[in-house]
């Protein structure tokens, strides 16, 4: 079933809401900030706990976020996904900081090509329990299809996402965590043929991010995807300075959906 997933994006240390698509390492001066918080990813990891909303990602956009990460960890043993800058060398450390999963993606496609031997690698530092690990496919469009982004979203790789690309990645993980990066911390709505294609692709949980604006997003979403589909919003949560949706009215609809 549909349920709201809540997140925690880390950038220089601080937990930010920001428009993915102006992360650049090359113009950091480019970069658009909705909402920067006072609050430490501690204190999102310990509220998310209080209200049960298990699977929530936390991204480690750039260095700088490492301590922020593990304090999220301490909070919540077990109950967080961590992402950003995962490799072979560090994923079984996250696991042991108390990360439930890891989330890899720009480690799978060194100079933008796709690696299965990467892949691989990181399932065996996980003693080969593909439950501890979610792939990171967000992506952008590229004409009437959509490609795996890396490097901050900054990079396209040559993996076109589609039912061949799902179905070869699906037996080394859990799960697959998507944000439609063109969407990202806009506001404007979700990517709803990308949702209905994920839900027709995927035989194994999803969650999508990118674009989410008000609660009527999460019905929409359960309808595209005939339930399939799990939808992160960030940008328009009160929590991070939004106005279109309460945080309250999300921990709500995830109980009725439960009922």
């Known amino acids: 079933m549909t349920v709201f997933r809540p997140c925690i994006d880390l950038h220089a240390g601080a937990v930010k809401q920001i428009v993915g698509g102006t992360l650049s390492s090359t ?36 260095p700088g976020n490492e301590d922020a990460a593990r304090e999220a960890c301490e909070c919540w043993r077990g109950g967080l996904q961590v992402g950003g800058g995962i490799n072979d060398g560090n ?20 100079d933008g090509k796709f690696s299965l ?11 080969d329990d593909k439950e501890k690990l979610v792939i990171d496919l967000s992506c952008r469009r590229k004409g009437d299809t959509w490609f795996v982004a890396m490097n901050k ?13 799902i179905s070869m990645l699906e037996p080394y993980c859990a799960e697959f965590l998507i944000h439609a990066a063109d969407n990202e911390g806009l506001q404007r709505g979700i990517d709803h043929e990308l949702v209905e294609k994920l839900a027709q692709w995927c035989s194994i949980p999803v969650t999508y991010a990118g674009g989410g604006k008000s609660l009527e997003d999460l019905d929409t979403v359960k309808q595209l995807s005939n339930g399939k589909i799990d939808l992160t919003i960030g940008s328009a949560l009160d929590i991070f300075g939004g106005k279109g949706v309460k945080f309250e009215d999300c921990v709500a609809w995830n109980q009725k959906q439960a009922r």
């Open 91 to 110: 994923a079984r450390r996250w696991i042991e900081w108390g990360a439930e999963k890891v989330i890899i993606t720009s480690y799978l496609f060194p």
């Open 117 to 127: 031997e990467r892949l691989q690698a990181v399932l065996k530092a996980l003693d």
């Open 27 to 62: 113009a950091p001066d480019a970069l658009q900030t909705n909402f920067v918080s006072e609050k430490s990813a501690g204190y999102f990891a310990a509220l998310y706990k209080e209200h049960g909303l298990s699977g929530a990602h936390v991204i480690m956009l750039g």
């Open 153 to 165: 979203w900054q990079t396209l790789t040559d993996m076109e996402l589609n039912q061949e690309s």
